[in-house]
């Protein structure tokens, strides 16, 4: 699948024009990771929002002593690192291919750089990842009290 197809099919462009994503599409970076590589730790710097191209990607956080706990398994056209573009702070989670994985990347520097470009773009971007972050807020917040319960 072509990226710009693939971008105008995740949360982040929903509503937005060809143009709109074409432009976008060009600060992407793509990556190639192969299978039980971690993409990125918790307390790592966060620097890019991913779009999984092809394979799956698992989320987790460590639980305890040596215990990681899976909170998704994210296939083609799902977003991830969303954080990483609205502000500079450590990963709160770890990220792990699955299987192959084939990414798309934007550094939260490209992302600036977007801004600068069509402000309206960044806009929708931004309420696109501020949905994403509430819808994934309200799913894991019973999983995570549970977690730091027991």
């Known amino acids: 699948m072509e990226n710009v197809e693939l971008l105008r099919r995740t949360v982040l462009f929903r509503g937005s024009s060809a143009e709109e994503i074409d432009l976008a599409a060009g600060l992407f970076q793509e990556r190639q990771i ?7 730790t918790e307390k790592m710097p ?3 929002l991913y779009v999984v ?17 899976s909170l998704l398994l994210l296939g083609p056209g799902e977003v991830f690192g969303e954080l990483a573009v609205l502000q500079e702070q450590s990963r709160m989670v770890n990220a792990r291919a699955e299987t192959a994985v084939e990414l798309l990347l934007l550094t939260r520097k490209d992302f ?7 402000p309206r773009i960044a806009a929708k971007m931004l309420t696109a990842i501020s949905k994403l ?4 807020v309200k799913a894991y917040s019973p999983r995570l009290r549970d977690m730091l319960l027991t």
């Not at 192969?34 to 990125?40: E, L, N, Q, V």
């Not at 600036?112 to 069509?118: C, G, I, P, Q």
């Open 34 to 40: 192969r299978p039980s590589t971690t993409i990125f």
């Open 46 to 48: 966060a620097e890019s």
């Open 53 to 69: 191209k092809s394979g799956n990607v698992r989320i987790t956080i460590m639980a305890g002593e040596g215990e990681e706990k």
């Open 112 to 118: 600036h750089a977007l801004m600068d470009l069509d």
């Open 133 to 136: 972050l509430a819808i994934r």
